[in-house]
């Protein structure tokens, strides 16, 4: 082969690498390119569906005015969402606004088909705690009243939650195991914490587990429902005279974040696109009023951060659980 023949093939060759680029820069470049799916594992009308139509009104107009759907995908303990992510492709269309009730609780206790490695954070929205939740006319005015009435009647006092192996049954369980009584309560789960609390207030369970937001109407509005207990051990600041769970010398401290996820393998380029868009729309004053009258702080973490946060959760949550399911 002639010097010249080589000159011409090494200058082809360099143009189309040039021309190609990597697929993250050639993905990032036009991003969005279609419609992006923002998938919910609960219900809709439930507090992480209406967060997420909030966030999805700035979101779209910081990726140039692009359409995002929200589509709610409950069951499964949040694994069909999971899946329904996972089954597209990994560039940035498809997206997950999720909770550790379905990042983290259903691959570490099923065989649910994916792992902690199969998503990836891309950016933490808000944090609350889980309450203990009793109707206001209830006889039961702490958690100690709680415990000495369904001692009474072992395993028979029910509550609800968002779901089965959700991180407000994880919280049930742990308090339970604390306090060296598993079984002592019944759960009974249902597709989001709005439907849970609405079988509270409906008489058909004891007690709810439920996120703070689910419930603010009800305690502070309408005043049909009391809260036990806490589980930020710095209290709840919406809620600042309820003690929590460890200040009453129980040790039960997990709290619940909200994130957007997406698949393995979406480019870097993608993930902090997407990062960035998320962190500017959090800020917008329109969602932040949105999140506060959801009971909610805007609580961001930078996919760096969040990642940190959910994979040392995962890990945590991974030795606790062994102990209760």
Not at 47 to 67: C, F, H, I, W
Not at 185 to 198: A, D, F, M, R
Not at 206 to 229: H, P, W
Not at 289 to 303: D, E, P, R, S
Request: net charge negative.
């Amino acid at each position: 082969m002639n010097l010249r023949r080589i000159y011409v093939i090494s200058m082809i060759l360099c143009m189309l690498f040039v021309a190609a680029g990597s697929p993250a820069e050639v993905s990032a470049a036009g991003f969005p390119t279609k419609t992006v799916r923002l998938i919910v594992p609960f219900a809709a009308g439930g507090s992480t569906d209406l967060m997420a139509r909030v966030l999805v009104q700035p979101l779209s107009k910081r990726l140039g005015d692009a359409e995002i759907i929200v589509e709610n995908r409950p069951g499964g303990s949040g694994a069909i969402a999971t899946m329904e992510m996972l089954r597209s492709a990994p560039d940035g269309h498809t997206l997950m606004l999720a909770s550790p009730s379905n990042a983290i609780m259903p691959p570490i206790l099923s065989d649910v088909g994916y792992t902690n490695e199969s998503i990836i954070a891309i950016a933490q929205a808000t944090e609350l705690p889980t309450n203990v939740y009793v109707k206001a006319d209830s006889e039961i005015k702490t958690l100690e009243d709680l415990v000495k009435a369904a001692d009474k009647d072992f395993g028979k006092m029910t509550y609800s939650t968002s779901g089965a192996q959700s991180i407000h049954d994880v919280i049930a369980k742990l308090f339970q195991h604390v306090i060296k009584k598993p079984g002592l309560l019944t759960h009974i789960p249902y597709n989001s914490g709005t439907e849970g609390l609405t079988a509270l207030l409906g008489g058909h369970v004891d007690i709810s587990f439920a996120n703070a937001s689910y419930a603010e109407n009800y305690v502070k509005q309408q005043g049909t429902l009391k809260v036990l207990a806490t589980s930020d051990e710095g209290g709840d600041a919406n809620l600042p005279d309820v003690p929590s769970f460890k200040s009453l010398g129980y040790e039960v401290t997990l709290t619940s974040w909200w994130g957007v996820f997406a698949p393995v393998g979406t480019p870097k380029e993608i993930i902090e696109l997407l990062d960035n868009a998320i962190k500017d729309s959090l800020a917008d004053e329109e969602t932040v009023k949105g999140f506060t009258n959801l009971g909610m702080t805007v609580n961001y973490l930078n996919h760096t951060d969040f990642a940190v946060k959910y994979l040392g959760q995962y890990d945590q949550l991974k030795e606790v659980l062994k102990d209760l399911f």
